[in-house]
C-alpha cells in the first residue's frame, strides 16, 4: 500500500469517528499542542492554540526522499546568489535591496563567506501524490530566514502519529506503521555544532536573534531553545541591541555566544539601527560568520525563480540543477513595463500579457510573506486582477508574476453536530533540508492562499509502510 492509499484510509477512519470519539480525539490534540508548542500569539490576547489537522499526509520513504532531493537542489542554487549578484548586473535589478541593507551587506559578508556560509531555508511547494511513481512537485517560493516550522513540523508530526496510531488500532487496522519524519530538532543541533567546527568554535551557548518588543507571532523560539539545552546547549533569546562587543568577541551580558540563529530580517536590523544606533556587535557577528541564516537568506524574494530563468544562470547549472528547475520551478517574472518572454517562450509586453491572461497566473509582492497581497487570478474578477496589476505597477520591481498552480486537496475530517464529516482542504508543503532529516511544515485551508497565519491549519506528514 503507498502512502497516499494509506493517507486515505486514515482520514476514513477519522471521518468514522462518533461524536464521543471525536470529542476524545479532539481534547488530546488540545493538551497535546499547549504542550508540545502547536501555539500561536495574537496581538493583545492571549496565546492560542493553533489549528491541527487530524488526519496526516502519509507519505513512503522515497516520496519524502524525491521532495528533499529538490529542496536541496534549490537551496545548492540560492547559495551561490550573493557571487553572482554581485558580479551581475541583471541579476542584481532582478534581486534587489532596500540603501541600508546594501550597506549591510557590503560590510559584513566577506568573500570567504562564499564557501562557508549556511541558510536554514524552508521550500513551499505543491506535492501531488500519485499511485505510481515520483510525486510531482510544483515550487511556490522560497523563504531564507526567521522560517516558520522548525518546531511546528515535529510537534505537529509527534502529536498527529500519535493519534492516527489509535484510530487505525482501533479500527482494527494493525498492518500498517506510522512514523514522524525523524528528530528535526537534534538535527538542528547538530547542523549549528557542525557548522561551529566549520568556524572554529565549539557550540556552547546559542543565541535565537528576535526583537524583543515584538508581542504577536509564532510561539516557536522557546521550544527550539529547549530542544538546545536538552543537548546540552545553552540557549538564549537575544535582541540585537543587547549585544556587545568584549576582546573581539560577541557577548550577550557575561557570556560569549558561540553561534545566531537570526529570527529577525535584514530589513528590521535595518530599522534598529536607523532609530537606536549602530549594532556593531551584530555586525561583527556576521562578518564572523556566526549567524545563520547568513545574509544569503535576504535572496529569498519570490523573483528567484526568473534569476533562474535567465540564460547566463542556467549555463552555471549542473545538468541535475537544470532538470529540477525544468520539472518544478513555474514561470515567473519580476513585474515592470517592457517585454519579457511569455510560459510558452514568446516575446509579449509582459503588463499587457499579465492583465489579459488573469486565469492562468498569480500577483504576489517580490518580499511579503504569510500570504500578504497574493492575488489568484482564477478566483478573482477582472476589477480585482486590474487593480492588483495597476497598484504592482506603481511600485516597480516590488511584485512578481507567476504561473497559477492548481491547489493539492487532502482529505480532511470535520467534526459537525454529533458526526465527523469527511471534507476537502487545500494544502501545501513547507520542506525543511538539513543534513540526515528533512522537516516538513504541511499547510491546510479552506481558501486557496495555504497559510496558518491567513486561518489555516497544520497538517502532520508522516513516513508510513503498510507491514
Known amino acids: 500500500m503507498q502512502g497516499l492509499s494509506i493517507a486515505e484510509l486514515v482520514a476514513e477512519h477519522m471521518g468514522d469517528l462518533d461524536m464521543n470519539a471525536m470529542s476524545a480525539v479532539l481534547q488530546r490534540v488540545h493538551d497535546e499542542s499547549l504542550e508540545l508548542g502547536i501555539t500561536y500569539q495574537p496581538e493583545g490576547k492571549p496565546v492560542e492554540v493553533t489549528n491541527l489537522v487530524l488526519a496526516p499526509v502519509v507519505m513512503t520513504v522515497d516520496e519524502i526522499a524525491a521532495v528533499r532531493e529538490i529542496a536541496l537542489v534549490m537551496a545548492g542554487i540560492t547559495r551561490r546568489f550573493p557571487e553572482w549578484r554581485r558580479r551581475d548586473a541583471e541579476v542584481r535589478a532582478l534581486l534587489q535591496l532596500e540603501e541600508g541593507e546594501e550597506r549591510w551587506l557590503a560590510d559584513c559578508w566577506p568573500p570567504a563567506h562564499r564557501r562557508s556560509h549556511r541558510v536554514i531555508g524552508r521550500w513551499d511547494m505543491n506535492v501531488e501524490l500519485r499511485r505510481q511513481g515520483r510525486p510531482r512537485v510544483q515550487l511556490f517560493e522560497g523563504n531564507g530566514v526567521a522560517i516558520g516550522g522548525l518546531n511546528y513540523a515535529p510537534a505537529a508530526e509527534r502529536i498527529v502519529a500519535g493519534v492516527a496510531r489509535t484510530v487505525l488500532r482501533d479500527a482494527g487496522e494493525r498492518a500498517i506503521r506510522l512514523s514522524p519524519m525523524g528528530n528535526l530538532h537534534r538535527h538542528l543541533v547538530r547542523f549549528f555544532q557542525a557548522h561551529c567546527r566549520r568556524i572554529g568554535r565549539r557550540l556552547r551557548t546559542l543565541g535565537w536573534l528576535e526583537d524583543k518588543t515584538w508581542t504577536a507571532g509564532i510561539t516557536e523560539a522557546g521550544y527550539i531553545m529547549q530542544a538546545f539545552e536538552r543537548h546540552g ?40 539601527e536607523r532609530r537606536h544606533g549602530r549594532l556593531d556587535a551584530m555586525r561583527l557577528a556576521f562578518r564572523k560568520n556566526q549567524v545563520i541564516s547568513s545574509l544569503a537568506g535576504e535572496f529569498d524574494h519570490k523573483s528567484i525563480f526568473h534569476v533562474m530563468a535567465l540564460p547566463q544562470v542556467q549555463r552555471r547549472l549542473s545538468a541535475s540543477e ?49 500570504g500578504d497581497g497574493v492575488t489568484i487570478g482564477p478566483v478573482v474578477s477582472q476589477s480585482v486582477w486590474d487593480r492588483t496589476l495597476n497598484q504592482a505597477l506603481r511600485e516597480p520591481g516590488t511584485w512578481v508574476v507567476q504561473t497559477h498552480i492548481a491547489p493539492v486537496e487532502i482529505p480532511y475530517p470535520e467534526p459537525r453536530g454529533r458526526r465527523t464529516v469527511l471534507t476537502r482542504r487545500f494544502a501545501n508543503w513547507g520542506v525543511i533540508a538539513l543534513p540526515g532529516c528533512t522537516g516538513v511544515l504541511g499547510r491546510a485551508s479552506k481558501a486557496p492562499v495555504v497559510n496558518v497565519a491567513r486561518g489555516g491549519g497544520i497538517v502532520a506528514i508522516l513516513r508510513g509502510v503498510a507491514r
Do not use: M
Open 233 to 272: 546547549v545553552k540557549a538564549r533569546l537575544i535582541d540585537p541591541r543587547d549585544l556587545r562587543l568584549v576582546r573581539g568577541e560577541v557577548w550577550h551580558r557575561d557570556t560569549p555566544i558561540d553561534a545566531f540563529y537570526r529570527n529577525i530580517e535584514l530589513r528590521d536590523l535595518v530599522d534598529l
Open 322 to 370: 537544470r532538470t529540477v528547475y525544468r520539472a518544478c520551478v513555474p514561470w515567473t517574472r519580476l513585474l515592470r513595463a517592457g517585454r519579457s518572454d511569455d510560459p510558452d517562450g514568446r516575446s509579449v509586453d509582459l503588463t499587457e500579457f499579465t492583465r489579459r491572461n488573469r486565469g492562468r497566473l498569480v500577483l504576489k509582492p517580490n518580499r511579503a510573506c504569510g
